[in-house]
T-cell receptor
Framework: GEDVEQSLFLSVREGDSSVINCTYT??????LYWYKQEPGAGLQLLTY?????DMKQDQRLTVLLNKKDKHLSLRIADTQTGDSAIYFCAEGLGSGGYNKLIFGAGTRLAVHP | DAGVIQSPRHEVTEMGQEVTLRCKPISGHNSLFWYRQTMMRGLELLIY????????DSGMPEDRFSAKMPNASFSTLKIQPSEPRDSAVYFC??????????FGQGTRLTVV
């Protein structure tokens, strides 16, 4: 089946690292994505990882993929108040991730001073 | 390109009325998705189109919901008759082959 699960809330102190976790069920996923949603806005792509990779780093963002356990994580280093948002992980299904994007419910990140 | 454009941004309607949500995808994108976001259910995929053809509508909740894509630059999501439980934010997204999906700003629907 197709299912993506995330914890709903995460609270961190400004300057600390945030780690948002996600599990998915479909082993045929070819791309996995992290999206960010700010209040009143649509979703914007943060980063993505191809399924044959274990890790991807992009400035303050680090994505780790454990394909055996179907576990994806997003680490945000030096978390800032501007990082407060909802973070969605998504898996791309179908040939080359072409056909479908299935999203988790989103993790609400709250950054406090 | 102006991105994915949705209209209206906000819609308030009475129960039983017909509601039509509109989406203009990014030019050249050949896949279009309709999602619904609620606090209870998160972000649900309702239906998606490839090259204007509906591929998977298994997420459409009931027969009251219908979606069309008459051409590559326009899609509608219609609810008839609307009910209070349809209140949500509806997002449209589009993408090219093997690329990220770009989302519109969403339509906030309130059915009273």
């Amino acid at each position: 089946g197709e299912d993506v699960e995330q914890s709903l809330f995460l609270s961190v102190r400004e300057g600390d690292s945030s780690v948002i976790n996600c599990t998915y069920t479909d082993s045929s996923s070819t791309y996995l994505y992290w999206y960010k949603q700010e209040p009143g806005a649509g979703l914007q792509l943060l980063t993505y990882i191809f399924s044959n990779m274990d890790m991807k780093q992009d400035q303050r963002l680090t994505v780790l993929l454990n394909k055996k356990d179907k576990h994806l994580s997003l680490r945000i280093a030096d978390t800032q108040t501007g990082d407060s948002a909802i973070y969605f992980c998504a898996e791309g299904l179908g040939s080359g991730g072409y056909n479908k994007l299935i999203f988790g419910a989103g993790t609400r990140l709250a950054v406090h001073p | 390109d102006a991105g994915v454009i949705q209209s209206p941004r906000h819609e308030v309607t009475e129960m039983g009325q017909e509601v039509t949500l509109r989406c203009k995808p990014i030019s050249g994108h050949n896949s279009l998705f309709w999602y619904r976001q609620t606090m209870m259910r998160g972000l649900e995929l309702l239906i998606y189109f490839n090259n204007n053809v509906p591929i998977d509508d298994s997420g459409m909740p009931e027969d009251r919901f219908s979606a069309k894509m008459p051409n590559a630059s326009f899609s509608t999501l219609k609810i008839q008759p609307s009910e209070p439980r349809d209140s949500a934010v509806y997002f449209c997204a589009s993408r090219e082959l093997n690329t990220e999906a770009f989302f519109g700003q969403g339509t906030r629907l309130t059915v009273v």
